[in-house]
């Protein structure tokens, strides 16, 4: 009788090597049927499915092949940890977009189309008085406030949006640094989402 069983995930008939196995992120069924070695030089025919998944017959003509063994292969955890890597990765990128735009939506629409020149227009001032910022005296006329204090608001406002674009950005980065020096299935799983890094960071700042 011939004895089938994995060793990890070599499959072995009688104790010698058939064939390597796949490395899968779930767990599968082997099942192994004797064939022509015409037909596979082996002598062996193996269908490797994920749980669920459809399986696949020899073939060879009818009758030639006879059925010898269902087995159970294992989820790999370094294919486990990739595929999970994977899905963290994206899923990180997704969170900070999320972030963003949850960021920019604290700015009416229309401010955000003129923030590249009041933000400009601020700087002039900032490096000369008599700089014309045509912009920001229609904006602190109407406000009602001086200018040179109009100018150190939006200068403030847009160091504060860098500050937590950049917390967001770098939140994302480090995920991707954890992610990718992640060794196990564990491990990748232990690596904290972007919304909890940018909160950690946030509190300690």
Not at 127 to 133: I, K, L, Q, S, Y
Not at 139 to 144: C, D, I, K, N, S
């Amino acid at each position: 009788m011939t004895a089938i069983t994995i060793n990890n995930h070599v499959l072995l008939a009688n104790g010698e090597q058939v064939q390597e196995l796949p490395k899968l992120a779930k767990d599968a069924i082997v099942r192994v049927w004797a064939v022509p070695t015409d037909y596979s030089a082996s002598g062996y025919f193996v269908d490797v499915q994920p749980i669920g998944g459809v399986q696949s017959l020899p073939a060879c003509e009818a009758g030639a092949a006879a059925f010898l063994a269902t087995l159970e292969l294992p989820a790999d955890d370094s294919a486990m940890a990739e595929s999970a890597r994977v899905e963290r990765l994206n899923q990180a990128n997704a969170d900070a977009d999320q972030l963003l735009s949850k960021l920019d939506e604290a700015y009416p629409e229309r401010e955000v189309y003129t923030w590249d020149q009041q933000l400009s227009e601020a700087e002039a001032l900032q490096a000369d008085p008599a700089a014309v910022t045509p912009l920001l005296a229609a904006l602190a006329e109407y406000r009602g406030i001086e200018i040179e204090i109009l100018a150190l608001k939006v200068l403030e406002k847009s160091m504060l949006y860098k500050i937590a674009s950049g917390q967001i950005l770098g939140a994302r980065q480090w995920v991707e640094q954890e992610l990718e020096a992640a060794q196990t299935h564990e491990e990748v799983l232990q690596v904290p989402h972007v919304a909890e890094r940018f909160a950690a960071v946030q509190a300690e700042a």
